[in-house]
Nanobody, 116 residues
């Protein structure tokens, strides 16, 4: 199993980024997929999830700004992040989930830094 996140970077407040996560070695279409983030000194938190059928769920802190989507033929999940804020600065990770429980070892993540 391999989860490879990409698309992070440095942006100014109000900017946008699109993260991608390519999954290999799992039956991607059968899993809900989720994005998490971990800021320095803080616990990893769930940001958004999308069911196997495409229904999204968002943390209150990102609702209305972030959009999660998936492309099953490509085994890839995306996170479109708009109106970014400094508090969105973190390393972002993806994982397959059952309920809210991550199923596999974490990938390397992708760093998102939002400057004020």
């Amino acid at each position: 199993v391999q989860l490879v996140e990409s698309g992070g970077g440095l942006v100014q407040t109000g900017g946008s980024l699109r993260l991608s996560c390519a999954a290999t070695g799992i039956r991607f279409s059968m899993y809900a997929m989720a994005w998490y983030r971990q800021a320095p000194g803080k616990k990893r938190e769930l940001v958004a999830a999308v069911s196997s059928g495409g229904s999204p769920h968002y943390a209150n802190s990102v609702k209305g700004r972030f959009t999660i989507s998936r492309d099953n033929p490509k085994d890839t999940v995306y996170l479109q992040m708009n109106s970014l804020k400094p508090e969105d600065t973190a390393v972002y990770y993806c994982n397959a989930v059952v309920g809210t429980t991550p199923q596999y070892a974490w990938g390397q993540g992708t760093q998102v830094t939002v400057s004020s």
